[in-house]
């Protein structure tokens, strides 16, 4: 009898850089933009940097799904046929289990009408090239939280950080000492209960 694994799943699937996939039909060209992002703001910047770049482009079609659970997403067609470029480039990243994902594709019309089918097959394929060259990593859902601590009580708070290895940046060690540490969802239990026990230690 199989007992249900209890180790709690924190981890997901997304890409570890940038990549370029293409697609051509009957003249019309599909330029795939994938990159990894962490907010709706990364993935409309990504749309954005791909107007200005490719602005004599006719389409410029954007789908994302964004967060650990993958709750935060969005297709959008620009203009092609309800429900063809948009969903078949969202199709492609859920079809990868991918999060913090988004998808750019450029479209230079050729002169011939693909009809639905042509342009579902073309989104498709073109954000399929991007995402298959862009590999995937994997990635661990947390949050970053920031500590403000007394001088004398650094050695405790590194203490909880090495013990649950946690990474930090921003540190300011004066006489109120601050760092930022990325605590992971599975941890988050653990550290409030180790921090709540340092001297001097507060989380701002």
Known sequence: MDFPDSTPKDTYLSIPAPA????????????????????????????????????DARHHCLAYRIGPKGEVWRASDDGEPSGSAGRPILGQIDSR????????????????????????????????????????????????????????????VMKVLK???LPQRAQDFGERCTLETRVRESLEGAFAERIALVDDCRII
């Open 163 to 165: 013990d649950l290895d």
């Open 20 to 55: 370029e996939g293409l697609y051509k039909d009957r003249g019309s060209r599909f330029i795939a933009k994938a990159c990894p992002v962490e907010s709706e703001e990364d993935a409309l910047s990504l749309l954005g940097a791909a107007r200005k770049e490719y602005h």
């Open 97 to 156: 289990n991918l999060s913090d994902v988004a998808v750019v594709v450029i479209r230079y019309f050729g002169g011939i009408k693909l009809g639905v089918p042509g342009l579902i097959k073309a989104y498709k394929s073109a954000a399929a090239d991007a995402l298959d060259k862009a590999g995937t990593v994997e990635k661990v859902a947390g949050r970053w939280v920031r500590l403000e601590f007394g001088y004398g009580s650094m050695n405790q």
